[in-house]
């Protein structure tokens, strides 16, 4: 049998960290077109502020830390930190939220750790948790998916320039009450002691609105595929983090019905997929072999599931993601793969270190 003969080099050339971020942006923009679509102009605004913020908190930090700001700008890392964050805040949110988040991201949660590569925490996720711990209100005041707006008729009722000016301006146009809403997780968190058919049959944002939630997590998933198929990541971390999900969730609504939601609402609903396939695959602050990314995984769904069920916040993918990241180092240490040449993998702590 003849052999190819081809002349070195043999490798191809590495992706660089720009390239990587773009295909990221890349897939983002189904999720961003569907949730644009659904949820008004809002979504949209808030990315492309969050994106100029970010560029000048990027720049100027970068300046003060007297380092090349050519360099840094180019791996458009900054840019996909703030594209998540936007894509995660409610669209009616005023600016001074996407201000407050892009530099808590940019500044604190990356550049105070050393900048790209050195931050322990997400930065987007970060931000997000501290803009929901401290800012609750408008942090979980979404607006209604045109679908529930009169039958879907008057679906773009607040067009772009009533929304800048709810956003920019804090001018509330007069539908506005009927515009918001609350989202399925939060409803499904405060039903007030109602089983969960009754919240199905009662409440108009479940039972009109779900759709919306639907489409959204299904743009995200194959924005996910398509990065899983480009091998910017791996398939572990996104369906350790789906199954386990999947299969907790299955197995409390086999026991009770009536009081916990099915799993196919727990995975197209909220932050799942987005969380799943964009954030929870963070190259730096993820778990770094294969073995550790299913324990990396495991650990943010078990996490989702307890928070969503008796925690605080309706949506835990923020809180479940940041407590993994604090655990990443220790996974670490305990699912190393074993080094060519030796008999066993050198894992856990060793004394004297």
Avoid at 180 to 191: E, F, G
Avoid at 227 to 241: D, G, N, S
């Amino acid at each position: 049998m003849a052999l190819i003969r081809t002349s070195s080099p043999h490798l191809h050339k590495a992706s660089s960290t720009s390239d990587v971020m773009r295909l990221v942006v890349l897939a983002t923009l189904p999720g961003l077109a569907a949730m644009t679509f659904f949820f008004g102009w809002g979504t949209l605004i808030n990315v492309i502020w969050a994106c100029l913020l970010a560029v000048g908190f990027e720049a100027s930090i970068v300046k003060l830390r007297k380092r090349p700001l050519g360099f840094y700008l180019k791996d458009y890392s900054a840019l996909v930190t703030a594209l998540l964050l936007g894509l995660a805040l409610p669209p009616f949110a005023p600016w001074w939220i996407t201000l407050v988040g892009v530099f808590v991201a940019i500044v604190i949660a990356k550049h105070l750790y050393g900048g790209l590569g050195q931050n322990p925490f997400n930065p987007a996720m970060v931000a997000y948790a501290l803009l929901l711990v401290s800012f609750p209100l408008q942090m979980t005041t979404w607006n209604a998916p045109f679908v529930m707006i009169n039958g879907g008729e008057s679906w773009n009722v607040l067009g772009f320039s009533d929304t800048l000016l709810l956003i920019f301006g804090g001018i509330e146009p007069p539908l506005f009450d009927s515009l918001t809403s609350a989202t399925p997780l939060d409803v499904m968190r405060h039903r007030g002691g109602l089983t969960t058919e009754e919240v199905w049959s009662a409440i108009p944002v479940l039972a009109e609105g779900i759709g919306a939630w639907h489409a959204v997590s299904a743009a995200y998933f194959m924005g996910g595929v398509f990065l899983i198929y480009r091998k910017v990541f791996t398939i572990h971390t996104p369906l350790a983090i789906l199954a386990t999900l999947a299969i907790i969730s299955s197995l409390f609504y086999a026991l009770d019905p009536y009081q916990y939601a099915d799993p196919f609402f727990h995975l197209t609903t909220g932050a799942t997929m987005l969380g799943a396939f964009f954030i929870a695959t963070d190259p730096v602050t993820s778990a770094t072999s294969n073995r550790g990314k299913i324990v990396f995984g495991i650990g943010i769904g078990v996490l989702i599931f307890v928070i969503r069920g008796w925690g605080g916040y309706p949506d835990a993918v923020a809180f479940a993601v940041l407590l993994m990241n604090l655990s990443a180092p220790f996974i670490d240490q305990y699912t190393q793969p074993r080094s060519y040449g030796h008999a066993k993998a050198n894992r856990g702590m060793k004394g004297g270190m």
